[in-house]
């Protein structure tokens, strides 16, 4: 019998070693990349974290969990499991003793295994700047993403009319990019990114310096008491997520392991989000079983200006625009029309399994923050300057992984029983094959923090209250079941919502993986909102149920070394009292080619849909150049297709063009207003060079 696994376990390990690198990361920004069902995502640090694990596989001798952690592949009892073994039974001689952990399975370790490994020797404790120098690693990245049908805000104006109107914008249609960095381990990195986007000037007019955005920065990390220190563009991570979180953070998924937030107090910022990063300098201090991390940050934000004349012409900001974007006259006048001043500190208590931390947050603009004021809003922040103070804990016990924070902001406007957001949760494997995650939540109307990611339903942990419950179940070797139910309620109005709402998700996911190079996988997801009824008078605006349901089955097979297959079908339903029912779907054929003594690499998908609106639109997954996201709506009727070629040349460098199209059967036009396209052919060209010594 012990024969047997141990032959089954080699077969696993041979098999997730013959993985393209690429094809593993991508597998899982895939997965995670389906809870944000948006066309805009940035999963820059994920990629980066497996990237680097991958070339540096954490050693399960000398590890203390928290790289394990950054992982997101394992929960915590898992990782205690590991810990435990370890301390029982000393270091690990062969990864096949991965086997006798109680809480890891078959699949669990495929999982895992390409960024671990097991060796006796020391990791290098202390860095020189010798080892620095000749093992660091450079890297020069620029992409190309031109403009192929035109859009009417770019036709071709006088001065006066551009001006004038917002429908035109002052740049060309193409959007550049370019990232160099050097990076030595996860020690030391320093580099420099600029963005242009689509739309906006370059090298004249509002843009003389050249890109509109440039971010910088400078990261150490490894020291005894120092353990980590930023200057420059920054990101910042604390508890779960209630009080700061600067970073984007999972969701629900039909992994419960992605429903805890696994804090890294510092990371180096490397992406092109122009608002969800901090900008100043940070440390984070260690000695023996406490950590404190202190971080300053000043950076301009977009805003509306105006003038109130009741108080001698008092200026202050009536709304903050996130996007980026300076690409008409009025967007242009909100930019760097504000200054943000954030300084904290998070300290930190760590003993074995247990885990406890407070921090507290000051948040202040140069000018008053005054947005109108909507029933739906009237609770949220205004002024000059806000504080947040949080404690979070986190303690495993067993089969028994407990975590949670609570939060509160200080406003002077605030009484001391309103402000409040908690979220308390447990991850139980009550046995090796079963596993199952319960969560609560309370996040009161008046509770508001600008840089937050709690686990949530709405878009803002703000005005919500929910309960998660979550299981995994290996029901056979082959064969387990991942599904969720989350029950919420906003007690206030939401945007959208006049009244009080409530509703439901349920997600259930049986899989069939009979072996690594096949797999099938089902899909049944139920979500009921509630929103305004679109039968209004013009007087009460009352709420309606909104049932959507989702249909999926999916399969992945590997033909042989060169060859995978993907295949998708999934259909939508809309149901609403206001409405007549809606429904759509859509069906998918990926083709990979890969041969492993070839210099280049090829990636196809043919696409056919067919949905009544764009409510009934459906997110698909696309496969795309590195550190590139790509997540579009198919919507309406029609189909879409893309190549992705990738070819290696010169030992060190990358070149990937990407070419992909929508051909829609029923339009004569696209989208509206600025970016509007005159017939049904949108297509999308990119071109990335990646030069790495």
């Not at 947040?388 to 009484?415: A, Q, W």
């Not at 929103?531 to 009352?542: A, F, H, I, L, P």
């Not at 083709?591 to 409510?615: E, N, V």
């Not at 997540?631 to 029609?638: K, M, N």
Request: glycine share 6%; net charge neutral.
């Amino acid at each position: 019998m012990k024969f047997i696994l141990s032959l089954t376990f080699l077969m696993l390990l041979s098999l997730s070693y013959s993985q393209d690198r690429s094809e593993i990361i991508q597998q899982r920004v895939e997965f995670i990349s389906e809870q944000f069902q948006s066309e805009n995502l940035d999963l820059t640090t994920i990629v980066e974290q497996l990237n680097y694990y991958y070339d540096h596989p954490i050693n399960l001798n000398t590890t203390t969990g928290e790289e394990l952690e950054e992982l997101a592949l394992l929960t915590g009892v898992q990782i205690n499991d590991l810990l435990l073994h370890r301390k029982a039974y000393g270091k690990f001689i062969s990864i096949y003793e991965l086997q006798s952990l109680r809480y890891w399975d078959a699949n669990v370790i495929q999982l895992v295994l390409p960024f671990v490994r097991v060796d006796d020797r020391l990791d290098q404790l202390h860095l020189t700047w010798k080892e620095a120098i000749d093992q660091g690693k450079f890297e020069q990245y620029l992409r190309y993403q031109p403009m192929i049908e035109q859009k009417a805000g770019y036709a071709n104006v006088n001065d006066s009319v551009l001006q004038a109107s917002n429908k035109y914008y002052y740049g060309n249609g193409d959007r550049y990019f370019s990232r160099f960095r050097y990076t030595y381990k996860t020690n030391i990195s320093l580099g420099i990114t600029a963005e242009k986007d689509a739309g906006e000037e370059f090298f004249k007019g509002s843009q003389k310096q050249g890109f509109d955005f440039y971010s910088a920065h400078a990261f150490f990390k490894g020291g005894k008491y120092l353990r980590s220190f930023a200057l420059g563009d920054y990101q910042v991570q604390v508890g779960q997520g209630l009080n700061l979180w600067s970073s984007y953070a999972f969701g629900k998924t039909a992994d419960l392991t992605t429903m805890k937030r696994t804090a890294i107090p510092i990371r180096a910022y490397t992406s092109v989000d122009e608002s969800r990063f901090l900008r100043g300098a940070a440390a984070d201090f260690a000695y023996g079983n406490w950590s404190l991390l202190v971080f300053a940050s000043q950076k301009k934000l977009d805003g509306s200006s105006s003038l109130d004349s009741t108080y001698d012409d008092l200026e202050f900001v009536s709304t903050i625009d996130l996007s980026g974007l300076h690409r008409t006259t009025n967007e242009i006048a909100k930019k760097n029309g504000l200054t943000e001043r954030i300084f904290g500190g998070n300290v930190r208590y760590q003993l074995g399994a247990f885990h406890w931390g407070a921090a507290y947050v000051y948040q202040a603009y140069d000018k008053p923050f005054n947005k109108p004021i909507q029933l739906y809003n009237q609770f949220d922040f205004r002024g000059t300057s806000q504080q947040s103070i949080s404690s979070d804990y986190s303690y495993v016990f067993r089969n028994i992984h407990v975590f949670g924070e609570v939060s509160k902001v200080l406003r002077t406007d605030l009484e001391p029983i309103k402000g409040w957001a908690m979220v308390h949760a447990a991850m139980l494997s009550l046995d090796p094959r079963f596993s199952v995650g319960l969560l609560f939540r309370n996040y009161q109307k008046e509770y508001q923090t600008f840089y937050n990611a709690g686990f949530s339903e709405g878009s803002n942990t703000q005005n919500e209250e929910g309960t998660y419950v979550a299981i995994k179940w290996k029901l056979a070797p082959a064969w387990s079941i991942n599904g969720y139910v989350d029950l919420f309620k906003f007690p206030w109005m939401k945007y959208g919502v006049d009244a009080p709402s409530n509703g439901h998700e349920i997600l259930i996911q049986p899989s069939f993986k009979p072996s690594k190079t096949f797999e099938l996988y089902g899909r049944f997801r139920q979500q009921l909102r509630q929103k305004n009824s679109r039968d209004s008078d013009g007087t009460v605006t009352e709420i309606e149920d909104v049932l959507q349901r989702n249909f999926r089955l999916n399969m992945s097979c590997v033909l042989n070394e060169f060859i995978s297959l993907k295949s998708r079908l999934e259909y939508v339903s809309i149901q609403r009292a206001s409405n007549a029912p809606e429904k759509g779907m859509m069906f998918y054929q990926d083709l990979i080619f890969k041969p492993k003594s070839s210099p280049f690499d090829l990636s196809l998908r043919f696409a056919l849909f067919d949905t009544d609106s764009y409510d009934t639109r459906i997110y698909a997954f696309e496969s795309n150049a590195l550190y590139v996201f790509a997540v579009p709506a198919y919507y309406y009727q029609g189909s879409r297709a893309y190549v992705l070629f990738r070819y290696s040349f010169w030992h060190s460098c990358d070149l990937w063009v990407k070419y992909g199209v929508f051909l829609y059967e029923n339009r004569h036009s696209i989208s509206s207003g600025a970016e509007e396209i005159m017939g049904g052919r949108k297509s999308d060209l990119l071109v990335q060079l990646r030069i790495s010594f």
